[in-house]
């Protein structure tokens, strides 16, 4: 609280007998109720808020004890793999990937989205599904476009796996022998 100083000594002045002087006071503010009053507030907005809850996303699992095939299982008919290389190279296969590599082809991510089309036109959209397999050489872009080229396109089957080793040393061999025969979409017009 505020306190007077009443300065009860003798200044040593003389004073003349019919003129008083008035005494001198100063105050002091005492800041201790003060400081009290601010943890009290601390305190209740401390008490009174909410913490903040983490979020949580529901996850609802399917029930695997009712059936005996393997959801992951998809019909080769309907699969597509798309590989990624260095240098911005797309491979891709449908269905399982031939001993001979007669259906291993070689896009780009302009022709990459036709190929998608063509095949999501051709596919009954319950054994539609795309496998994406970027190998050490991909870039981290690539792997990102091509995850939106499946939202841009509407696929809601997909997965990214690892590649095999066959795949991989198709793609080396493929990017040291210069290259597979293109995509249909991405050939060039005939003359």
């Known amino acids: 609280m505020a306190s007077l100083d009443t300065g009860g000594g003798d200044s040593g002045h003389k004073k003349s007998r019919g003129v008083k002087k008035a005494k001198k006071q100063s105050t002091r503010v005492d800041m201790t109720p ?37 959801p ?12 990624f290389g260095k240098d911005n190279e797309v491979y891709y296969y449908e269905g399982q990937l031939d001993p001979t590599a007669s259906n291993f082809k070689t896009s780009n991510f302009k022709d990459i ?46 997965a990214m796996v690892d590649i095999l080793p066959v795949e991989n040393d198709l793609i080396k061999k493929t990017e040291a022998g210069g290259g597979v025969t293109p995509a249909p979409a991405a050939a060039a017009p005939a003359k």
């Open 113 to 158: 989205r036709n190929v998608i089309i063509n095949k999501k036109r051709n596919t009954p959209p319950e054994d539609l599904v795309v496998i994406i397999k970027p190998n050490d050489e991909a870039t981290y872009k690539n792997t990102v476009d091509a995850l939106d080229e499946m939202t841009i396109n509407g696929i809601k089957r997909f």
């Open 34 to 70: 003060l400081v009290d009053l601010g943890f009290l507030l601390i305190t209740f907005f401390i008490f009174t808020s909410t913490m903040s809850t983490p979020s949580t996303m529901d996850l609802f699992m399917p029930d695997d004890t009712q059936k005996d095939i393997d």
């Open 72 to 83: 992951n299982k998809a019909k080769a008919s309907g699969a597509l793999s798309i590989l």
